[in-house]
T-cell receptor, first 117, second 109 residues
Framework: EAQVTQNPRYLITVTGKKLTVTCSQNMNHEYMSWYRQDPGLGLRQIYY???????DKGDVPEGYKVSRKEKRNFPLILESPSPNQTSLYFC????????????????FGSGTQLSVL | DAKTTQPNSMESNEEEPVHLPCNHSTISGTDYIHWYRQLPSQGPEYVIH???SNVNNRMASLAIAEDRKSSTLILHRATLRDAAVYYC??????????FGTGTSLTVIP
Protein backbone atom coordinates (compact mmCIF):
# COMPACT_ATOMS: atom_id res chain seq x y z
CA GLU A 1 0.00 0.00 0.00
CA ALA A 2 1.32 3.44 -0.95
CA GLN A 3 1.83 5.43 2.19
CA VAL A 4 3.81 7.87 4.27
CA THR A 5 4.77 6.36 7.61
CA GLN A 6 5.71 8.39 10.64
CA ASN A 7 7.03 7.07 13.92
CA PRO A 8 6.32 7.33 16.73
CA ARG A 9 2.65 8.25 16.80
CA TYR A 10 2.95 9.75 20.28
CA LEU A 11 6.08 10.96 22.07
CA ILE A 12 6.56 12.53 25.48
CA THR A 13 10.01 13.82 26.33
CA VAL A 14 11.79 16.31 28.55
CA THR A 15 13.48 19.58 27.70
CA GLY A 16 16.91 19.15 26.15
CA LYS A 17 16.74 15.44 25.36
CA LYS A 18 17.53 14.93 21.69
CA LEU A 19 14.91 13.12 19.66
CA THR A 20 14.22 12.03 16.11
CA VAL A 21 10.87 11.57 14.42
CA THR A 22 11.14 9.29 11.44
CA CYS A 23 9.31 9.62 8.14
CA SER A 24 9.39 7.11 5.32
CA GLN A 25 7.53 6.90 2.01
CA ASN A 26 7.28 3.93 -0.32
CA MET A 27 6.16 5.80 -3.45
CA ASN A 28 9.58 6.85 -4.77
CA HIS A 29 8.61 10.49 -4.30
CA GLU A 30 11.22 13.18 -4.80
CA TYR A 31 9.68 15.86 -2.60
CA MET A 32 9.24 15.52 1.17
CA SER A 33 8.30 18.04 3.81
CA TRP A 34 7.64 18.49 7.52
CA TYR A 35 4.85 20.56 9.11
CA ARG A 36 3.73 21.38 12.58
CA GLN A 37 0.12 22.01 13.49
CA ASP A 38 -0.87 24.19 16.42
CA PRO A 39 -4.34 25.35 17.49
CA GLY A 40 -5.26 28.61 15.81
CA LEU A 41 -2.13 28.61 13.63
CA GLY A 42 -2.94 25.91 11.12
CA LEU A 43 -0.20 23.91 9.42
CA ARG A 44 3.19 25.56 9.12
CA GLN A 45 6.05 24.23 7.05
CA ILE A 46 9.28 23.47 8.92
CA TYR A 47 11.63 22.09 6.26
CA TYR A 48 11.31 20.54 2.85
CA UNK A 49 13.49 18.51 0.53
CA UNK A 50 13.32 18.43 -3.26
CA UNK A 51 15.64 15.44 -3.60
CA UNK A 52 18.38 13.45 -1.88
CA UNK A 53 20.87 15.75 -0.13
CA UNK A 54 18.75 18.82 -1.02
CA UNK A 55 16.91 20.46 1.89
CA ASP A 56 15.60 23.95 2.54
CA LYS A 57 13.94 25.92 5.30
CA GLY A 58 10.22 26.47 5.48
CA ASP A 59 8.45 29.08 7.57
CA VAL A 60 9.41 27.84 11.06
CA PRO A 61 12.79 26.02 10.90
CA GLU A 62 14.28 27.26 14.18
CA GLY A 63 15.11 24.44 16.59
CA TYR A 64 14.81 21.69 13.96
CA LYS A 65 17.15 19.79 11.70
CA VAL A 66 16.47 17.41 8.84
CA SER A 67 18.47 15.14 6.59
CA ARG A 68 17.75 13.41 3.29
CA LYS A 69 20.39 10.74 2.78
CA GLU A 70 18.00 8.37 1.04
CA LYS A 71 15.04 9.13 -1.17
CA ARG A 72 12.52 7.32 1.01
CA ASN A 73 13.49 8.75 4.43
CA PHE A 74 13.27 12.27 5.81
CA PRO A 75 13.81 12.32 9.59
CA LEU A 76 13.06 15.37 11.72
CA ILE A 77 15.61 15.98 14.46
CA LEU A 78 15.14 18.08 17.58
CA GLU A 79 18.59 18.39 19.12
CA SER A 80 17.46 20.22 22.25
CA PRO A 81 13.66 20.17 22.45
CA SER A 82 11.85 22.91 24.31
CA PRO A 83 8.24 23.13 25.52
CA ASN A 84 7.31 25.48 22.66
CA GLN A 85 7.97 22.60 20.29
CA THR A 86 5.05 20.69 21.76
CA SER A 87 2.89 20.19 18.70
CA LEU A 88 1.36 17.79 16.19
CA TYR A 89 3.85 17.05 13.42
CA PHE A 90 3.09 15.83 9.90
CA CYS A 91 5.38 14.52 7.21
CA UNK A 92 4.31 14.68 3.58
CA UNK A 93 5.65 13.65 0.19
CA UNK A 94 4.93 14.44 -3.44
CA UNK A 95 6.04 12.86 -6.72
CA UNK A 96 7.72 15.86 -8.32
CA UNK A 97 10.57 18.07 -7.16
CA UNK A 98 8.45 21.15 -6.81
CA UNK A 99 5.67 19.57 -4.82
CA UNK A 100 2.49 21.60 -4.98
CA UNK A 101 4.20 24.17 -7.19
CA UNK A 102 3.62 21.99 -10.23
CA UNK A 103 0.12 21.00 -9.25
CA UNK A 104 1.16 17.73 -7.68
CA UNK A 105 -0.64 16.18 -4.74
CA UNK A 106 0.82 15.97 -1.28
CA UNK A 107 0.49 12.69 0.61
CA PHE A 108 0.52 13.04 4.38
CA GLY A 109 1.45 10.72 7.21
CA SER A 110 -0.83 10.14 10.19
CA GLY A 111 1.01 12.56 12.44
CA THR A 112 3.22 12.51 15.54
CA GLN A 113 1.94 14.16 18.70
CA LEU A 114 4.98 15.47 20.58
CA SER A 115 4.89 16.76 24.14
CA VAL A 116 8.00 18.38 25.62
CA LEU A 117 7.86 18.75 29.39
CA ASP B 1 3.72 34.39 0.20
CA ALA B 2 0.23 34.52 -1.22
CA LYS B 3 -2.37 33.93 1.49
CA THR B 4 -5.94 32.68 1.54
CA THR B 5 -8.94 33.69 3.62
CA GLN B 6 -11.63 31.21 4.60
CA PRO B 7 -14.52 31.29 7.07
CA ASN B 8 -13.65 29.62 10.34
CA SER B 9 -16.66 27.32 10.30
CA MET B 10 -19.69 26.29 8.27
CA GLU B 11 -22.61 23.96 8.74
CA SER B 12 -24.53 21.88 6.26
CA ASN B 13 -27.39 19.44 6.39
CA GLU B 14 -26.66 15.91 5.32
CA GLU B 15 -27.28 15.18 1.62
CA GLU B 16 -27.37 18.88 0.72
CA PRO B 17 -24.74 20.66 -1.39
CA VAL B 18 -22.00 22.60 0.40
CA HIS B 19 -20.16 25.60 -1.03
CA LEU B 20 -16.93 26.38 0.79
CA PRO B 21 -15.51 29.79 -0.22
CA CYS B 22 -11.90 30.92 -0.36
CA ASN B 23 -10.53 34.38 -1.10
CA HIS B 24 -7.04 34.77 -2.51
CA SER B 25 -6.83 38.32 -3.77
CA THR B 26 -3.00 38.29 -4.00
CA ILE B 27 -2.83 35.21 -6.21
CA SER B 28 -0.22 35.30 -8.96
CA GLY B 29 -0.52 33.92 -12.45
CA THR B 30 1.47 30.79 -11.67
CA ASP B 31 -0.26 29.88 -8.39
CA TYR B 32 -2.23 26.66 -8.33
CA ILE B 33 -5.29 26.52 -6.08
CA HIS B 34 -5.42 23.38 -3.97
CA TRP B 35 -7.99 22.05 -1.54
CA TYR B 36 -7.18 19.56 1.18
CA ARG B 37 -9.26 18.29 4.05
CA GLN B 38 -8.32 16.94 7.44
CA LEU B 39 -10.54 14.42 9.16
CA PRO B 40 -10.29 14.16 12.95
CA SER B 41 -7.04 12.56 14.12
CA GLN B 42 -5.70 12.19 10.58
CA GLY B 43 -3.28 13.95 8.30
CA PRO B 44 -4.63 16.20 5.55
CA GLU B 45 -5.76 14.51 2.37
CA TYR B 46 -6.01 15.83 -1.18
CA VAL B 47 -9.41 16.89 -2.46
CA ILE B 48 -8.92 18.81 -5.72
CA HIS B 49 -6.77 21.41 -7.41
CA UNK B 50 -6.89 23.74 -10.40
CA UNK B 51 -5.16 26.62 -12.13
CA UNK B 52 -7.67 28.58 -14.19
CA SER B 53 -10.56 26.38 -15.27
CA ASN B 54 -13.23 24.75 -13.12
CA VAL B 55 -12.41 21.18 -12.16
CA ASN B 56 -14.48 18.14 -11.23
CA ASN B 57 -13.49 14.85 -9.66
CA ARG B 58 -15.25 12.09 -7.78
CA MET B 59 -14.92 13.93 -4.47
CA ALA B 60 -15.84 17.49 -5.34
CA SER B 61 -15.90 20.35 -7.82
CA LEU B 62 -13.72 23.44 -7.82
CA ALA B 63 -15.15 26.67 -9.20
CA ILE B 64 -12.53 29.35 -9.90
CA ALA B 65 -13.55 32.98 -10.40
CA GLU B 66 -12.65 34.53 -13.72
CA ASP B 67 -10.16 36.93 -12.07
CA ARG B 68 -8.87 34.02 -9.92
CA LYS B 69 -9.15 36.08 -6.75
CA SER B 70 -11.56 33.60 -5.23
CA SER B 71 -12.62 29.99 -5.54
CA THR B 72 -15.30 27.70 -4.18
CA LEU B 73 -15.11 24.05 -3.25
CA ILE B 74 -18.41 22.33 -3.92
CA LEU B 75 -19.41 19.09 -2.22
CA HIS B 76 -22.47 18.01 -4.14
CA ARG B 77 -24.12 15.95 -1.41
CA ALA B 78 -22.63 16.29 2.06
CA THR B 79 -22.35 13.14 4.12
CA LEU B 80 -21.38 12.74 7.76
CA ARG B 81 -17.97 11.51 6.58
CA ASP B 82 -17.36 14.91 4.99
CA ALA B 83 -17.16 16.58 8.40
CA ALA B 84 -13.61 17.88 8.45
CA VAL B 85 -11.42 20.97 8.28
CA TYR B 86 -11.05 22.12 4.67
CA TYR B 87 -7.95 24.02 3.62
CA CYS B 88 -7.62 26.24 0.58
CA UNK B 89 -3.96 26.57 -0.41
CA UNK B 90 -2.01 28.46 -3.03
CA UNK B 91 1.27 27.16 -4.39
CA UNK B 92 3.80 28.42 -6.86
CA UNK B 93 7.11 27.34 -8.32
CA UNK B 94 8.88 28.66 -5.22
CA UNK B 95 7.70 25.64 -3.26
CA UNK B 96 6.37 27.80 -0.43
CA UNK B 97 2.72 27.51 0.42
CA UNK B 98 0.40 28.50 3.20
CA PHE B 99 -2.15 26.17 4.76
CA GLY B 100 -3.89 28.61 7.04
CA THR B 101 -6.47 27.51 9.59
CA GLY B 102 -9.11 26.30 7.16
CA THR B 103 -12.90 25.98 7.46
CA SER B 104 -14.33 23.51 9.93
CA LEU B 105 -17.34 21.87 8.28
CA THR B 106 -20.08 20.39 10.46
CA VAL B 107 -22.59 18.10 8.77
CA ILE B 108 -25.93 17.87 10.52
CA PRO B 109 -27.81 14.56 10.21
Amino acid sequence: EAQVTQNPRYLITVTGKKLTVTCSQNMNHEYMSWYRQDPGLGLRQIYYSMNVEVTDKGDVPEGYKVSRKEKRNFPLILESPSPNQTSLYFCASSPRRMGLGTGEKLFFGSGTQLSVL
Amino acid sequence: DAKTTQPNSMESNEEEPVHLPCNHSTISGTDYIHWYRQLPSQGPEYVIHGLTSNVNNRMASLAIAEDRKSSTLILHRATLRDAAVYYCILSNTGNQFYFGTGTSLTVIP
